[in-house]
């Protein structure tokens, strides 16, 4: 297998919207040169679609959501944290949002919000960290070295390409890692810079790189790389950029993906996430997550709005999911415990609003107490992957990234591809 | 060949610039016989092999570095008694100061309610919460109790982050660096956070038994841990009991602290749950709530009987699988990422006859060849906290400086002390390193050699153009609470999260939150916020050294494993002799102060700086 440096030689001459330093300097060297001069800002001409994940970590309690106030099997199984039709953002005859899901609510309303009921896998893990890595690379119960979008990016973009994926946070998920781009990792695009003198930066700019002395040293020059392409683009992109709208408390880090595709960067996959398992709610859980929900609520609804401001909002979808859902029976400390199935939401003006997928029956739990899954969340992904982001250029892409053939689901049939391929 | 000569000759083939040199060479080299034999060999290396290139390595596994006179000391001991040295520290050291509380506890704040919500309904019940009373009448009659809510959340966590600083000081200081090493390790092991914690006490308390118990039997630290408040609180173990276990605390133990995944069931998790019940706290001591516990029949790991929480940590130690996890987690921390499965078998049976004693497996590991073997040296990503404290010891300081803020140096980096993102720590070797990350660590040499003038500690006084200091600028115009506390500008429709902020008549939530940073930073003391205050001057004079290349190979045995080539070094001594107007150190003294620290800032923001 090519290591992604031999693969960046090999496609260094790809052209981007973006110049790049010249290639006779070495990587390590640009990297620490930073040399802003030769950087240009200059608006991307690319309208290519883009996909935004968002992982609420920590496994989100998809019944005290999206809340089926017409099952009495609901009440029962969470006599004191069931949540009331009363107490509901009404959403239909079947179903109402969690009061903090106020975002939702108004997507859903203005038809930008697909409701995929019933995602999981066989066999479901109820470790965190073994459930998210199943999720992050699209292999339940396996594993895979490259996350499913890093995957997805270099089926898309099988040379080395600048700003293909973007991770925001203080550390790179799995979901991102490719074997063929180097992901932009960052968490505060203020900090996203080599501070340093003058004199210093023209030092730099001459210093050949010392050979790689071994994996991790090589690991280490392909950060360097990664950095040096996109700090300055996205430090520009945040500091020009205002927001239009109320994104609410805490809305993760979607305003900084709104400045990166304000600013037309070429990145066509994001990702971020309501960190440090956030959702894990096993004690006290209404008011708490309540509160969490109207974090990330608010933090999605302002986004997809900011977009539709912005005149963007046809290029992007957003997918969200957790590791896993939660106990159907509550507790005794009013919360939940780690559970299976659960809700899936694609969110975005390209969505065809709605609920997909079937809604687990409350009264067949599996032997544990647990929902049995209706749809593989690999099903989603297909649905993302073919009917979105390859648009009409690529058949049978998802087959590629994720292994074998999912069934999509219906999300985005009924509204015309906006985007121009 | 011996391998040490091996080492030796190729590290004068570099031009004797650095051991690491010579280790990275050998690296791409097909493997010479001497390494294979010492690759996963766990007998000793002997004295004759032993020397200052391997104390040094040996002080930055087991400890966080430290100059080449420390490591040329250590060289003189056996590798068996440096290792104890290490561990047990020297009886002439100094005795290391406890950490000072500033006094912010009220008795009232325990036990502290899990929410807000949870604070102003217990208010509304009881008449009062938290030690404070409820207004009789009045406008906001349960603001008293809001406002002492949101001191307390600021001011643990304030006080917290000088516990941060109490240990960063004390592994600079320490004499057995390798117990604070191993605290550390154990501390991203039996990871819990403060945010959820909320209570720097029991964080305190915790962090004491990771200290004074971490390299003794695994099993005594692994019962205490699981007693200890801060876990308990931290994994929900204080609300398991016996109609409705609990399952997280007992799902953690065996997946993280102890099995690792893949070596118990579902069925396990549940049973040992149920034998977990009636774990609780009172303050900050443990104690079991009879009424609570399941005195039950439990099946688990193949075994049945009326078990209890300890007896269940004993069956799961038995597991074969349990000491290869922990083991095979130790290796990769102290000695390399990559380890082959019988190795590891090995090594779980190593523990297991060691009865699980800590250091004294350490000893083993850190004494053996495997040890010792070119491919186990300066291959790590060094962790933040690590990087930081070792740049310190090497820079010669004597006190971790205030500016740069350790915890946000650390933090901005990835590895917050008593914040680890989650109950599975921190992920270490390449986690460590993005390309923003890559950038935040050249600015940290940046921030110290040349301090930041524009700085003001936000933990303590939060940043200009955050929503609390607008509130507090709108409350000082003048404007009464409920305008002052509306969320700044954005037109549109208002966030969920925004209306329900103020939703209740008889608080303002805000005004808590502002107020209650008023009450914390009147009562934490404050972090010293004295600069490094180098003297790289008087080293390179010390040291007589008198060329541009004097210094740079003198720094770059001072401060790497993995040397940067030889080119770069050339570069950097023709920037150096450019910078001074003159290649004669001597004659450009009352001057090189300024040049010195760029050059310094330009090394030790290199990539083979990060590498241990």
């Not at chain 2, 050699?449 to 939060?462: A, C, L, M, N, Q």
Request: aromatic residues 8%; proline residues 6%; contains cysteine.
């Amino acid at each position: 297998m090519k290591s992604r440096r031999s693969l960046l030689k090999a496609g260094a001459t790809t052209s981007t919207a973006l110049a790049l330093t010249p290639l006779s300097l070495s990587s390590t060297a640009r990297a620490y040169a930073n040399t802003s001069s030769t950087m240009t800002k200059k608006r991307s001409v690319t309208s290519n679609p883009i996909l935004v994940v968002v992982e609420l970590s920590g496994g989100n309690d998809g019944l005290n959501t999206v809340v089926p106030h017409s099952d009495p099997a609901y009440y029962q199984h969470r006599p004191t944290i069931g949540i009331p039709r009363n107490a509901l953002h009404s959403l239909d005859e079947q179903y109402g949002f969690n009061k903090g899901a106020l975002g939702l609510k108004r997507l859903w309303d203005t038809g930008d919000l697909a409701v995929i009921h019933g995602c999981g896998y066989d066999n479901p893990s109820y470790s965190h960290f073994s459930s998210a890595a199943y999720w992050h690379t699209a292999t339940p119960n396996s594993g895979n070295e490259y996350g499913w979008l890093g995957r997805l990016a270099d089926s898309l973009q099988p040379t080395p390409t600048p700003n293909m994926l973007m991770g925001i946070g203080t550390a790179q998920t799995l979901a991102i890692k490719s074997q063929v781009h180097s992901p932009v990792v960052f968490d505060d695009p203020l900090r996203f810079q080599r501070n340093m003198l003058s004199e210093q930066r023209q030092m730099l700019a001459q210093l050949q790189p010392s050979a790689a002395t071994s994996k991790t040293h090589d690991f280490m020059n392909d950060v360097a790389d990664s950095a040096q392409q996109a700090s300055q683009l996205v430090r520009q992109a945040w500091s020009q950029y205002q927001p239009q709208v109320d994104y609410g408390v805490a809305p993760m880090d979607l305003p900084k993906v709104a400045a990166c595709i304000a600013a037309g960067l070429p990145t066509q996959i994001y990702h971020v996430a309501f960190r440090n398992n956030a959702f894990d709610t096993h004690v006290q859980q209404p008011a708490l997550h309540q509160r969490l929900l109207s974090y990330a609520c608010d933090g999605l609804h302002g986004f997809i709005r900011e977009l539709e401001a912005m005149g963007e909002a046809h290029r992007v979808v957003v997918l969200v999911h957790s590791e896993f859902g939660r106990r159907v029976g509550e507790n005794a400390n009013g919360g939940t415990d780690h559970g299976s199935a659960n809700l899936m939401f694609l969110a975005g003006q390209p969505v065809t609003g709605g609920h997909y997928g079937t809604a687990p029956d409350l009264t067949k739990l599996r032997a544990d107490d647990n929902l049995q899954h209706t749809v593989d969340f690999r099903q989603v992904y297909a649905t993302a992957i073919d009917a979105w982001l390859a648009g009409s250029q690529v058949t049978g892409l998802s087959n590629q990234v994720l292994g074998s053939r999912f069934t999509r689901l219906p999300i985005f049939d009924t509204k015309p591809n906006r985007i121009a391929t | 060949m011996p391998l040490c000569k091996l080492v030796m000759v190729l590290a004068l083939a570099a031009g004797g610039l650095h051991p690491g040199a010579a280790t990275a060479q050998t690296q791409d080299q097909p493997q010479s016989q001497d390494e294979t034999v010492w690759l996963e060999n766990l007998s000793p290396i002997t004295r004759q092999n032993w020397n200052a290139d391997h104390a040094a390595h040996l002080l930055s596994r087991a400890g966080f570095g430290g100059t080449p006179q420390d490591a040329s000391k250590l060289a003189k001991l056996s590798p068996k008694r440096a290792v104890r040295q290490l561990s047990r520290g020297q009886r002439s050291a100094p005795t290391l100061a406890d950490f000072t509380h500033s006094g912010v506890f009220n008795p009232g704040l325990d036990p502290f309610p899990s929410s807000r919500p949870a604070t102003t309904n217990l208010a509304k019940a009881e008449g009062q919460a938290l030690g404070i009373q409820v207004k009789p009448s009045g406008n906001r009659p349960m603001q008293p109790v809001v406002n002492e809510f949101f001191y307390w959340l600021r001011a643990s966590r304030l006080e917290t982050d000088r516990v941060a600083y109490w240990w960063a000081n004390r592994m600079l200081h320490t004499s057995a660096p390798l117990q604070e090493k191993t605290a550390l390790f154990w501390h991203g092991h039996f990871a819990t956070n403060e945010d959820k914690v909320r209570d720097y006490r029991k964080m305190l308390q915790q962090l004491n038994i990771l200290q004074n118990h971490g390299l003794g039997s695994f099993r005594e630290l692994l019962v205490k841990v699981a007693q200890d408040p801060a876990m308990l609180t931290f994994l929900d173990a204080g609300v398991n009991v016996k109609d409705s276990p609990n399952e997280n605390f007992a799902r953690e133990v065996m997946e993280l602290f102890t099995l690792g995944v893949g070596s118990y069931g579902e069925n396990d998790v549940r049973e040992a749950a149920r034998a977990f019940t009636g774990w609780n706290f009172q303050a900050l001591n443990f104690q079991i709530n009879q009424a609570d516990h399941d005195t039950g029949s439990k099946t688990l790991l193949g075994k049945t009987g009326n078990f209890d929480g300890v007896e269940v940590l004993d069956l799961i130690l038995e597991q074969p699988a349990a000491a290869e996890f922990i083991a095979g987690k130790l290796y990769r921390y102290f000695v390399r990422e990559e380890l082959s499965p019988t190795f590891q078998v090995e090594l779980g049976q190593r523990l297991q006859a060691l009865d699980y004693r800590i250091g004294d497996f350490l000893e083993l590991l850190l004494t053996s060849k495997d040890f010792y073997a070119p491919l186990s040296q300066g291959s790590r990503i060094k962790g933040p906290v690590e990087l930081v404290i070792s740049t310190y010891k090497k820079m010669g300081l004597t006190d971790v400086p205030g500016t740069p803020d350790f915890n946000l140096v650390t933090g901005g980096l990835g590895q917050r002390l008593l914040h680890p993102p989650t109950v599975a720590g921190w992920s270490h070797g390449r986690s460590w390193i993005t390309p923003s990350l890559l950038f935040e660590r050249g600015n940290f040499v940046l921030d110290l050699v040349f301090p930041d003038i524009s700085f003001v500690p936000p933990d303590r006084y939060p940043s200009y153009g955050s929503e609390i200091v607008n509130v507090h600028k709108r409350l000082r115009s003048g404007l009464d609470i409920s305008n002052a506390t509306k969320p700044s500008g954005t037109s549109g429709e208002m966030a969920a999260s925004n209306m329900l902020a103020d939703a209740d008549e008889a608080f303002n939530t805000r005004y808590g939150s502002y107020r209650g940073w008023q009450m914390a930073i009147e009562r934490v003391l404050p972090i010293p916020r004295h600069t490094a205050r180098l003297q790289l001057t008087k080293q390179v004079l010390d040291a007589k050294l008198t060329s541009p290349e004097q210094v740079i190979s003198y720094w770059v045995e001072r401060y790497f494993l993995v040397a940067p080539s030889a080119q770069t070094q050339a570069q950097l001594a023709t920037a150096l002799e450019q910078a001074l107007g003159t290649a004669d150190i001597q004659a450009a003294q009352s001057y090189l102060e300024e040049p010195l620290r760029n050059l310094l800032h330009l090394l030790l923001s290199l990539p083979e700086y990060q590498l241990g």
